[in-house]
């Protein structure tokens, strides 16, 4: 089974750049084309969140035309730039999984071998998340109705520190019984998440945390202390999570480009260095 996932859109409406110079609905079409040719092709997509930059309801009738060529299921979560009901209402009719969804974006999707859960972690109008009491019985309930096939949970925020002094104040808050949840769950073989916009991977909770690039800008990494973040044109990109039976997950990150031919690795007889 093969997952792509792409993150952190902060689509506008058409004709608008995002942050006065980003063309990131441009870039969204890039990233769609990219999957679109892959060989073989995902078995779904999952977007995590951010994929509106301002929430605005013209910006997610461009995110549904945009994702409409892809002939796979496309599962989406907000983040902190999503407004759930205009997602709800601009997105619904083509995401169908939604109407699992109540107060909060969270949903099983059980069809494929890999157990996919979803978790909503936002809160109105703060930069940062939460996986609240209500979130955290909903998530117990959902590894309970599990049978122990491999789970892949996705959220915007990560609930893992990263060590990067601009971003952890910004990530998702929990309490220590998540923790504990996600640590009691070997089945999850990942917690992938957006937001950071660059990509990131650690060991937590007994579980792999992975942090995907944007679909547009990235964070410029920063490991100083009191230093604002900053963003730039680093390679786009989006992440593939493998899963093969006798292998696992394994997580790719796929640079978004033009990057020329591909070329074999043909040597001339007298290349030094091969004997
Ligand atoms: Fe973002
Ligand atoms: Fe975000």
């Not at 035309?65 to 796979?72: E, I, R, V």
């Not at 998440?193 to 992975?210: E, K, Q, S």
Request: contains cysteine; proline residues 9%; negative net charge.
């Amino acid at each position: 089974m093969i997952i792509a996932q792409i993150t952190d859109f902060h689509v506008r409406p058409p004709g608008v750049l995002a942050y006065g110079g980003i063309d990131t609905n441009a870039m969204l079409r890039n990233a769609v084309a990219a999957i679109a040719r892959l060989d073989p092709a995902p078995d779904c997509v999952i977007a995590t969140g951010d994929l509106a930059d301002c929430g605005l309801q013209e910006e997610y009738e461009e995110i549904a035309s945009t994702l409409a060529p892809l002939p796979m299921p496309v599962f989406v979560i907000p983040g902190n730039h999503d407004r759930r009901a205009v997602m709800r209402s601009s997105l619904g009719v083509r995401h169908r999984y939604l109407e699992q969804a109540q107060q909060f974006f969270q949903y099983v999707i059980d069809d494929f071998p890999v157990r996919l859960i979803a978790l909503d972690t936002v809160i109105a109008g703060e930069t940062g998340g939460e996986i609240c009491a209500v979130r955290e019985a909903w998530f117990a309930h959902a590894l309970g109705q599990g049978d122990g096939r491999p789970t892949l949970v996705f959220m915007h925020h990560p609930p893992f520190k990263t060590g990067v002094p601009a971003m952890d104040p910004m990530m998702c808050k929990t309490a220590p019984s998540f923790v504990d949840l996600v640590a009691q769950h070997p089945e999850i073989e990942r917690i992938v998440v957006g937001h950071y916009h660059r990509p990131i991977v650690v060991r937590w909770a007994g579980t792999i945390g992975f942090v995907a690039p944007s679909t547009a800008h990235q964070v410029v990494l920063d490991l100083r202390i009191s230093e604002p973040s900053r963003w730039a044109l680093e390679p786009p990109g989006f992440a593939l999570h493998v899963y093969r039976d006798g292998v696992g997950i394994v997580s790719h990150v796929v640079p978004i480009g033009d990057f020329g031919l591909t070329h074999e690795f043909e040597l001339a007889p007298d290349y030094p260095g091969q004997t």
